[in-house]
T-cell receptor, first 113, second 110 residues
Framework: EAQVTQNPRYLITVTGKKLTVTCSQN?????MSWYRQDPGLGLRQIYY???????DKGDVPEGYKVSRKEKRNFPLILESPSPNQTSLYFC????????????FGPGTRLTVT | DAKTTQPPSMDCAEGRAANLPCNHS???????VYWYRQIHSQGPQYIIH?????ETNEMASLIITEDRKSSTLILPHATLRDTAVYYC???????????WGAGTKLIIKP
C-alpha cells in the first residue's frame, strides 16, 4: 500500500531535549515536505526537499533541521525544543514536486512542556 | 499570506451537491488552483487541481471562471463522510510551494 508513515504519532517532551520525528514514504517520490498545523490554522511549511541531499527552508524553519540522505526518508529534527513548537506535524511527499498530488502522513502531535 | 479567500464555514444537506467557493483574484497565468481536504486532524487529502479548464475526477468537479479569479469545488452528492475542512490553495510565485489558508469547514447534515 502506498503510504507516508510518521513516528512517533504522539510525543510529550520537555524543553531542550533533542528529538527526531521520522518520515518515510514507499512511493519513490522525489519531493518531500514538513508542515506544522496550529489550532484553527492551515498548514505552514517548515522545510522541503526536491531530491536527495537537496533541502530548502519553508515559511517557518526556525528551530528545526532536516536531512535527506536517501529518497524514502526525511526526518525532522528539533535540537532544542521549546513550548512554541507544540503543534501537529505532517510530512508529505509527491512525485511531481509541489505541483503534484501530495500524499500526507497521519501526523505527529508534539507537546513540549 | 494565503493568496485565496474562502468562507470560514458552510452547511450542506446529505445527498445534495456541496458547492465550495474560492476567490483567488491575484492568481497569475501559469498557477494552478489546488484543493485538499482535512477530516478532523488527519493528514490532508488531495482532491483535485486545475489551471483554466474545468476538471472532474471521482471525488469532485472543479469549475474555474474564465478570468481565473475564482473557482468552485463541487461535491456532487455529499455524504456525512465529506464533513471536513476544505482548502483552496494557489502556490507562491517564487518557488511554487503551497500556501495554506484556514479553509472552509464544511458540515454535511443528515
Amino acid at each position: 500500500e502506498a503510504q507516508v508513515t510518521q513516528n512517533p504519532r504522539y510525543l510529550i517532551t520537555v524543553t531542550g531535549k533533542k528529538l527526531t520525528v521520522t518520515c518515510s514514504q514507499n512511493m519513490n517520490h522525489e519531493y518531500m515536505s514538513w508542515y506544522r498545523q496550529d489550532p484553527g490554522l492551515g498548514l505552514r511549511q517548515i522545510y522541503y526537499s526536491m531530491n536527495v541531499e537537496v533541502t530548502d527552508k519553508g515559511d517557518v524553519p526556525e528551530g528545526y533541521k532536516v536531512s535527506r540522505k536517501e529518497k524514502r526518508n526525511f526526518p525532522l529534527i528539533l535540537e532544542s525544543p521549546s513550548p512554541n513548537q507544540t503543534s501537529l506535524y505532517f510530512c508529505a511527499s509527491s512525485f511531481q514536486g509541489p505541483r503534484g498530488e501530495q500524499y500526507f502522513g497521519p501526523g505527529t502531535r508534539l507537546t513540549v512542556t | 499570506d494565503a493568496k485565496t479567500t474562502q468562507p470560514p464555514s458552510m452547511d450542506c444537506a446529505e445527498g445534495r451537491a456541496a458547492n465550495l467557493p474560492c476567490n483567488h483574484s491575484t492568481i497569475s497565468g501559469n498557477e494552478y488552483v489546488y484543493w485538499y481536504r482535512q477530516i478532523h486532524s488527519q493528514g490532508p487529502q488531495y482532491i483535485i487541481h486545475g489551471l483554466k479548464n474545468n476538471e472532474t475526477n471521482e471525488m469532485a468537479s472543479l469549475i474555474i471562471t474564465e478570468d481565473r479569479k475564482s473557482s468552485t469545488l463541487i461535491l456532487p452528492h455529499a455524504t456525512l463522510r465529506d464533513t471536513a475542512v476544505y482548502y483552496c490553495i494557489v502556490p507562491m510565485d517564487s518557488n511554487y510551494q503551497l500556501i495554506w489558508g484556514a479553509g472552509t469547514k464544511l458540515i454535511i447534515k443528515p
